[in-house]
């Protein structure tokens, strides 16, 4: 913070003037340099502007200041009424980000060099950074270098990210005290960097799973009350030396790929998270025909669970819509057809074979196949300029 400067507005110059001496005595400074400051306009140090307006209103007063360090000329746009962009690279460098005030530099690690390029642009556009301090390097994990001080001021002491290696952190009060939009954003930051989507490409009925995974336990319970706060249902375990936050129903994916999925910029998450609702949405809408095998399944279903409540709650495990007991009553009658999906499942769950109650079931994953590309899940439009 004392290689680091800050031009004042007209008022703060007054303000300044007026405390000029006691400036000069608290910091053993020549009063004549504070008066030069205060004629000629000059920017101050950071720590005596802390030291005149206090800490309490330090983050408000400086959204939108140039910050720059003792040398520099054009500085660095401080903000911190932070937008959904800041958020998603606040998430991402908490998970794939360095921080490193003895070099002056944030470091950004990623395996797509195009990614890096986007999350460059990003930086760029939104901290007002000159070019030139932005190092792009491609090997076989490629690297994005922020020569700042001012920026890794501002991500290490006004958004709290911690510098060097990470032990035990905290999600940035910045984000816990936004909206709905920002969390979105910073989950999405925080998926690109240490999330997965697992699809399975052959077997169309496996169930599908969507994790995010960190050392920290305090960081991973904060992202576990952020997805709370979204109103998705996620569960946190350790596994393997790393905390583990998965979401497994079908519903609650939904739910990331239409609230979070907007912002991800890394294009293979959300392609997969494309093919997972495709396939899952394919085989919700091909409907079973009635008859006495089904609906003896759907009755064995009903005693193996122990009554059609908790049928009910086994089968919207698996639809991205719950139903009603109404309904499923409809598919025991007959009345109504069931999802493919919902018989799959409950073979699996009797250890039955699929062909004894569906005899073309080649044909019809075949089908589900063909109506996967666009009829299924709309793409969702990129909220950031690329």
């Known amino acids: 913070m004392h290689s680091l400067y800050l031009p004042l507005k007209d008022k703060e ?196 799973k969507v994790g995010i995974f960190g050392a920290s336990k305090e960081f991973m319970l904060d992202c576990l009350n952020l997805l709370k706060y979204l109103k998705i249902e996620a569960h946190l375990y350790f596994s393997k030396g790393v905390w583990r936050i998965n979401v497994n129903k079908i519903e609650d994916i939904s739910k990331i790929f239409f609230i979070i999925a907007p912002y991800i910029l890394l294009e293979r998450k959300r392609e997969r998270f494309r093919q997972l609702l495709a396939q899952r949405r394919c085989l919700e809408l091909i409907r079973v025909p009635y008859s006495h095998k089904i609906k003896s399944l759907l009755k064995k279903a009903w005693k193996k669970l122990g009554g059609r409540k908790y049928l009910l709650k086994f089968i919207n495990l698996y639809l991205t819509k719950k139903i009603k007991l109404s309904t499923l009553s409809d598919w025991v009658c007959g009345r109504y057809p069931a999802p493919l999906i919902v018989i799959i499942k409950l073979c699996d769950l009797l250890e039955k074979d699929i062909l004894d109650y569906i005899p073309n079931y080649q044909s019809v994953v075949l089908l589900a196949q063909k109506l996967i590309p666009n009829k299924c899940i709309k793409e969702v439009r990129k909220p950031f300029k690329g």
């Open 13 to 208: 110059y007054s303000v300044l003037a007026a405390n000029k001496k006691y400036i000069a005595h608290k910091f053993s400074l020549d009063l004549e340099v504070v008066s030069r400051w205060v004629r000629e306009k000059k920017s101050i140090p950071l720590y005596i502007f802390k030291d005149l307006f206090g800490h309490k209103k330090l983050l408000d007063l400086l959204d939108k200041r140039k910050i720059h360090a003792a040398r520099g000329r054009k500085g660095v746009l401080c903000r911190t009424n932070i937008n959904p962009e800041i958020a998603y690279l606040i998430g991402l460098v908490c998970t794939d980000g360095y921080l490193s005030r003895k070099h002056q530099k944030i470091q950004i690690t990623q395996k797509n060099y195009a990614f890096l390029k986007l999350v460059a642009k990003l930086i760029e556009r939104n901290f007002k950074i000159q070019r030139n301090t932005i190092t792009l390097e491609k090997t076989g994990v490629s690297k994005l270098y922020v020569y700042s001080l001012p920026l890794e001021f501002i991500f290490s002491k006004l958004y709290n990210i911690p510098e060097g290696k990470k032990g035990e952190f905290q999600v940035p009060t910045i984000i816990k005290n936004n909206n709905i939009e920002i969390v979105a954003a910073f989950l999405a930051g925080v998926f690109d960097g240490d999330g997965s989507v697992s699809v399975n490409d052959k077997e169309y009925f496996e169930r599908p």
